[in-house]
């Protein structure tokens, strides 16, 4: 009978660790942000042993759950994950949102730095090339169509 009870309580422990875990890009986002709503409602009654429950859940949605749908996300979810970011740690450590902005958005922001000078030294000149020479090219035709328009008047009159 023991052993029963013991294959129940580990099965209905699996079957609810399971439900936790999100299966989707949209349902990581909607799990990480109803925990982040139970914390704002809680936090304040957190106890240490609380927050070290919420540190791991935490933890899982910040990097374990997040790398798994990392390349799905779009630019307004990786917004909306920094947002539950900010806010989980202003409820935590009541620290200034500022620096914690500063350190979320500083890598993004080395990020694009990066990408925009390895463009300027080695793309920029031969894409300038080709636009200059795309705008010659029209207008050159806008200026030989506006001659045959002018031609056509001309000829009408």
């Not at 042993?49 to 919420?54: G, I, P, Q, V, Y």
């Not at 989980?88 to 979320?104: A, G, P, T």
């Not at 890598?107 to 030294?121: N, P, S, T």
């Not at 920029?124 to 045959?148: F, N, P, Q």
């Amino acid at each position: 009978m023991k052993e029963v009870i013991k294959y129940t309580l580990a099965s209905l422990l699996l079957f609810m660790v399971s439900c936790l875990v999100p299966d989707s890009k949209e349902d990581y986002l909607d799990k990480f942000e109803r925990f982040i709503d139970r914390v704002e409602e809680n936090h304040k009654k957190y106890t240490a042993k609380d927050w070290e429950w919420a540190d791991g859940q935490f933890q899982k949605y910040n990097s374990d759950w997040y790398l798994k749908f990392r390349d799905e996300f779009t630019l307004q979810d990786q917004i909306r994950i920094k947002g539950l970011i900010i806010r989980y740690h202003s409820y935590k450590n009541k620290e200034d949102v500022n620096e914690v902005l500063k350190q979320l958005f500083k890598e993004d922001v080395d990020d694009v730095r990066k990408k925009l000078q390895e463009y300027i030294d080695n793309d920029m000149d031969e894409d300038l090339e080709k636009i200059i020479d795309g705008a010659a090219a029209i207008g050159d035709s806008a200026v030989k169509v506006l001659g045959d328009i002018i031609r056509e008047l001309d000829d009408s009159f």
